[in-house]
């Protein structure tokens, strides 16, 4: 069993920055998936960015080289820093990890306007 905790999210203005953070407890190895996926309201939920073991992350073409994925397997927590945010990013955020199954976090608000 995994738990996600996911504490952060908040009011940006565009163009500003934030980091989000995703904790889990139970079984969790570095070769096992974790990342972010994001809703915004009416749209379906989408990958933001993932990584799996050391080397490997994807990320969705609307944020590539604004927001960058990183791990710390010590402590079983996956950060995204979001850079030169816009209003577009505005959704729920919520934290995903595979390993025997799907798990995701609660989700965390990022509000991005002026």
């Known amino acids: 069993q995994v738990q996600l905790v996911e504490p952060g999210g908040g009011l940006v203005q565009p163009g500003g920055s934030l980091r989000l953070s995703c904790a889990a407890s139970?079984?969790?190895?570095?070769?096992?998936?974790m990342g972010w996926y994001r809703q915004a309201p009416g749209k379906q939920r989408e990958l933001v960015a993932i990584?799996?073991?050391?080397?490997?992350?994807n990320y969705a073409d609307s944020v590539k080289g604004r927001f960058t994925i990183s791990r710390d397997n010590a402590k079983n927590t996956v950060y995204m820093q979001e850079n030169s945010l816009k209003p577009e990013d505005t959704a729920v955020y919520y934290c995903y990890a595979l390993n025997d199954r799907s798990y995701w976090g609660q989700g965390t608000q990022v509000t991005v306007s002026s």
């Open positions: 990584t799996i073991g050391d080397d490997t992350t």
């Open positions: 139970g079984t969790i190895f570095s070769s096992n998936p």
